[in-house]
């Protein structure tokens, strides 16, 4: 029996728990690209104002777009200086592009509501429950790349999920 356990659960080794890991640009990006997408979007469904799901979208990728210049160029400024930024230069930039991915999922739920399939505000409100569900798959996810256990990945994943869930809360209150 011992044997079958064995092929069933497999540790980690460090070596192979390292090999696995994913960047820290890859796991910052996700959750940066996520939030801002998400409160900006809520902050631009306005009750009263007209729909403008295409002008908001737009917004929202910008956004993404210059924050991910402004962190990638951030990254330059910071390793200038150091021994071991040398040569870092402008390639740090491109690739903060997890950034703009990660937001990429609201933009397209706003964009769906341009031929009035649904309102903006459906839009919005299903873009921050799809986002608050990214943020739970994505801290279980990078948890478990990380080589921990299946508990302290859901642990992990809830503590992101509770992020979105700020941010649906703070819609609903201020709206």
């Known amino acids: 029996m011992p044997h079958r356990a064995h092929r069933f659960h497999r540790p980690a080794t460090p070596r192979r728990a390292a090999s696995r890991r994913p960047s820290e640009t890859t796991l910052f990006s996700g959750v940066y690209g996520l ?5 900006l979007a809520a902050a631009l469904d306005s ?3 007209a729909d403008e799901p295409g002008s908001d979208a737009l917004w929202v990728l910008l956004t993404a777009l210059a924050s991910a210049a402004a ?3 951030a990254h330059v400024v910071a390793h200038r200086m150091s021994a071991d930024g040398a040569g870092i230069g402008l390639r740090a930039m491109p690739a903060e592009w997890p950034v703009v991915v990660a937001a990429l999922p609201t933009v397209v739920l706003l964009l769906t509501a341009m031929p009035s399939w649904w309102t903006e ?4 409100n299903t ?3 799809l986002n608050t569900l990214l943020l739970a798959g994505w801290g279980a996810w990078t948890a478990r790349r990380a080589g921990r256990g299946w508990a302290a990945s859901v642990r ?3 503590a992101d999920m509770l992020i979105g869930l700020v941010i649906i809360a703070a819609n609903a209150l201020i709206k």
Not at 35 to 39: E, F, I, K, L
Request: net charge negative; aromatic share 4%; glycine share 14%.
């Open 35 to 39: 939030v801002p997408a998400s409160a």
């Open 71 to 73: 962190h990638g160029y």
């Open 156 to 158: 992990a994943g809830t």
């Open 121 to 124: 505000s459906q839009a919005v």
């Open 47 to 49: 009750p009263g104002e």
């Open 127 to 129: 873009a921050l429950v």
